[in-house]
Every structure is written in C-alpha cells, then in structure tokens.
C-alpha cells in the first residue's frame, strides 16, 4: 500500500523483453536505503517487487498483464520514473490510498501554466469516468492528485510548482501517456450500491451511504 507522495525521482537503466514479460532495472538513490528482495516499490503507480538490487539501482520484473494495462509497453532506457516505497506503521498518510493496481492508462491532452502553477488535463477510457468525481482522489503514474474538474471521460488536475518540478510531470508532453488508479473507496462504494450476497440486489444504496457519512 503507498500514499501517492512520490519520495524520488529514478531513471530507467535497462530494460530487457523477457519470453513473457520484462524485466527493468531502474538507477536511484534514496528508495535504496532499506531496500530487501522481495521489497514492494511503487514505479510509476505500478506496485513492483524487487528482485534484485545493487549499490545504485533495483531491478524488477514486469508481467505480460502489468505491460498491457500500463503504459510500461512503450517505456524506454532513459526515462525518468516516480519512485515510492510501501507504507510503514508510522508513515504519515499524506496523499491517499494508493493501492499500486493500474485500472487504465490515460492521456495529456493540454498543459495550461499560470506562472508556476499547472493545470494538466487528462482523458481516460470513458469506462472509468465514473469513478471520477469533483474534488476526488487521483492517482497519476503514482502521484496522489485532487481532481479540479470533471467532464465526461476528462478531467483536470491543480498542480503546485513543487510537485510538477519533483514527478515526471514536468517530463510529460501533450499526447503522452500516463497509469491511472482511481479511488479504490469508489470502486467499494459501487460493490455495495449493486451487490449482495449471492449477487442479490444489495439494501445498500445511495442516501443509506450518505446519512451513514460514506459519501
């Protein structure tokens, strides 16, 4: 589990296309500090494994799934990544859940710069806009972001000069594409609206979710 705070910025070193899958061994510093095999890292928002490391990179390795939902397919050797580590007991949650599972891929469509500040908006797969919602969660290539605006199947995110110097956003270009997970809080609320047990209609709807505090 991870907060969306990117803690550094990496570099892509290698990459190698495996029979199935790939294996990316990626260059950084501070993530290495406690770094064991077996380790969970967010890359990107995709929640990888380390299954080696050395004194200034990691290596980890991709699944066919992982390269078909995320845009790791068109990664090359040189590309910045974000970079975050799995929550501890004591780690402040500063963004929001971030589980590191990819529902989608986006695209930048505009880059709209008012002195130091961004606001960069997005399109996704029109069958995941629902989970899109004014003053909501985002989790974009694994930076915890609060939606500005919602139209549709695009949206806008408010960007402080901080995180757009500190993430790959400051890398991206219209046209590029970015990993999106959506709020998994929504995805929660949408089981227990539609469903029961044995796929029965559920007693749970809307204003019960509301008058509780859910929504």
Known sequence: ?????????????????????????????????????????????????????????????????????????????????????????????GGHIVSGHIDCVGKLLDIQKFNDFYNLIFEIPENFSKYVVYKGSIAISGISLTIAKAQNNKFTVALIPHTYQNTILKELKIGDSVNIETDILAKYIEKLVNFGDNNAKSSVSMEFLKENGFV
């Open 1 to 93: 589990m991870f907060t969306g705070i990117v803690e550094e910025l990496g570099t892509i070193k290698s990459i190698s296309k495996l029979a199935n899958g790939a294996e990316i061994r990626i260059r950084c510093n501070k993530i290495l500090s406690d770094i064991k095999i077996g380790d969970s890292i967010c890359v990107n928002g995709v929640c990888q494994t380390v299954t080696e490391f050395d004194n200034n990179s990691f290596k980890v390795m991709l699944s066919d799934e992982t390269l078909e939902v995320t845009n790791f397919s068109s990664a090359k050797e040189g590309d910045f990544v974000n970079l975050e580590r799995a929550l501890t007991p004591n780690t402040r949650l």
